[in-house]
């Protein structure tokens, strides 16, 4: 079957509409992240499919933009009674997110969620050494823990003792302006309010503490941005009451649920190494390629984000080091640069 008669197997399942959001975490320039121009093109979904009684989210991304997912599942909750969200393999950080924000979250054995505290990045971030015209993200749980290993591993709680542990922290080298830290602070803060409202939003209404000890997992206490979390622990340990197991609700979803992720895998080349050399192409000195690293679609619309890439090879002058001096070797590389990019 093809991805439209994928997708409305699913729906039949279901009794639900599906809309598929996918995004590329290719390694290099082909990838993509969750970001607000979607909205705009999921709004044209949703016009089209109307007032329904469910909607399913067909979801996976390594995440992106943390302002999108109370902007996105606000506005699918307007077209629909139950929103839920399918999740074929990763649906991390960003999109950890808006799947927090649905009332059924349905995951098969190879599904995974992650945790959603950000790493930020502004002006006043310190510069990256190897490229002073970036700056080095900032982990906000790194952040936290350092003062944490500080107050309870160290038992340092003496406010004078910790102001020279904060000036030791400013101090760094890279040095970090304490404008920085306060964009950390105002990050999580933030984080921990969208989170909140996204669980508040739900149909079936979350007790508060149960909220207070999903948002504390999900934003505190699992410790590393890339431990993943599968669906048993969501939803016994964590407390995700919403999960379902796909099997459980129909035992042919999880076949189709992987088949149409199997489709957009082979479109979109998911898991294929990047490298400009075999991009070029042999005995080829200058190629271009186009990459489909987004896709929003249902049965009756379908939109792609296209990147286009141009490799050229050509010689460049690498320095040496001989018995003589420093010399100049002529050197044979593949250069490349993106030539346009959008939503189609």
Do not use: W
């Given at each position: 079957m093809n991805k439209k008669q994928l997708i409305q197997q699913i729906e039949r399942i279901r009794g639900s509409r599906?809309?598929?959001?996918?995004?590329?975490?290719?390694?290099?320039?082909?990838?993509?992240?969750?970001?607000?121009?979607?909205?705009?093109?999921?709004?044209?979904?949703?016009?089209?499919?109307?007032?329904?009684?469910?909607?399913?989210?067909?979801?996976?991304?390594?995440?992106?933009d943390t302002m999108v997912p109370w902007r996105l599942v606000s506005m699918v909750r307007e077209?629909?009674?139950?929103?839920?969200?399918?999740?074929?393999?990763?649906?991390?950080?960003?999109?950890?997110?808006?799947?927090?924000?649905?009332?059924?979250?349905?995951?098969?054995?190879?599904?995974?969620?992650?945790?959603?505290?950000?790493?930020?990045?502004?002006?006043f971030n310190p510069p990256d050494a190897q490229n002073p015209q970036n700056k080095i993200p900032i982990s906000v749980e790194d952040v936290m823990a350092y003062f944490d290993l500080a107050k309870n591993k160290f038992g340092i709680k003496n406010d004078e003792e910790l102001s020279r542990i904060f000036n030791k922290f400013v101090e760094s080298n890279p040095q970090i302006h304490p404008l920085a830290l306060g964009n950390v602070n105002r990050i999580h803060n933030l984080?921990?309010?969208?989170?909140?409202?996204?669980?508040?939003?739900?149909?079936?209404?979350?007790?508060?503490?149960?909220?207070?000890?999903?948002?504390?997992y999900f934003t505190?206490?699992?410790?590393?941005?890339?431990?993943?979390?599968?669906r048993k622990e969501a939803k016994e340990d964590l407390g995700l009451k919403n999960v379902i197991y796909a099997e459980t609700a129909d035992p042919l979803l999880v076949k189709i649920m992987t088949e149409l992720y199997e489709e957009y895998k082979k479109e979109m080349d998911l898991g294929t190494l990047w490298n400009p050399e075999n991009e070029l192409g042999l005995n080829t000195m200058q190629n271009r390629r186009d990459y489909k690293i987004a896709f929003i679609e249902s049965w009756q619309l379908s939109n792609h984000f296209e990147l286009s890439i141009e490799y050229k090879k050509q010689q460049v002058n690498t320095v040496q080091q001989t018995?003589?001096?420093?010399?100049?070797?002529?050197?044979?590389?593949?250069?490349w640069r993106p030539v346009g990019q959008g939503w189609k």
């Open positions: 599906v809309i598929t959001y996918l995004t590329s975490d290719r390694q290099g320039p082909i990838n993509a992240r969750v970001a607000m121009d979607i909205i705009p093109i999921i709004s044209k979904q949703l016009q089209a499919i109307g007032k329904t009684g469910k909607i399913d989210l067909f979801l996976y991304s390594a995440g992106g077209y629909c009674d139950k929103f839920s969200v399918l999740v074929p393999y990763k649906a991390h950080s960003a999109a950890t997110m808006i799947a927090l924000g649905a009332d059924e979250i349905v995951m098969s054995d190879l599904s995974e969620l992650s945790p959603i505290d950000p790493s930020t990045a502004n002006v984080i921990r309010i969208l989170a909140k409202r996204l669980l508040k939003s739900h149909k079936s209404p979350m007790k508060e503490e149960e909220i207070e000890k999903v948002v504390d505190e206490k699992l410790y590393s941005h890339q431990y993943f979390i599968g018995p003589q001096g420093p010399i100049q070797i002529p050197q044979e590389q593949v250069i």
